[in-house]
């Protein structure tokens, strides 16, 4: 893992989309006492069902033996 590190920077790493990504918080609030503020975020994964799965897997095999007859 010390390999990827060179200067104090990133070196040989990949990411998944087009490219850097930036992003900030700015707000303006005063919190008395007593009081809280969260800040929270949502993930939400797409899980396919296992019918669009079957469908997906059945049209790859018609794809492949329609290669393979032709």
Do not use: C, H
């Amino acid at each position: 893992m010390a390999a990827v590190y060179t200067d104090g920077e990133l070196d040989n790493t990949s990411s998944f989309g087009a490219g850097d990504l930036a992003w900030a918080f700015s707000w303006d609030r005063t919190l008395g006492v007593g009081q809280t503020f969260q800040l929270s975020k949502v993930i939400a994964v797409t899980i396919p069902t296992p019918g669009s799965l079957a469908l997906l897997g059945i049209a790859g095999l018609a794809t492949v033996s329609r290669r393979r007859s032709a």
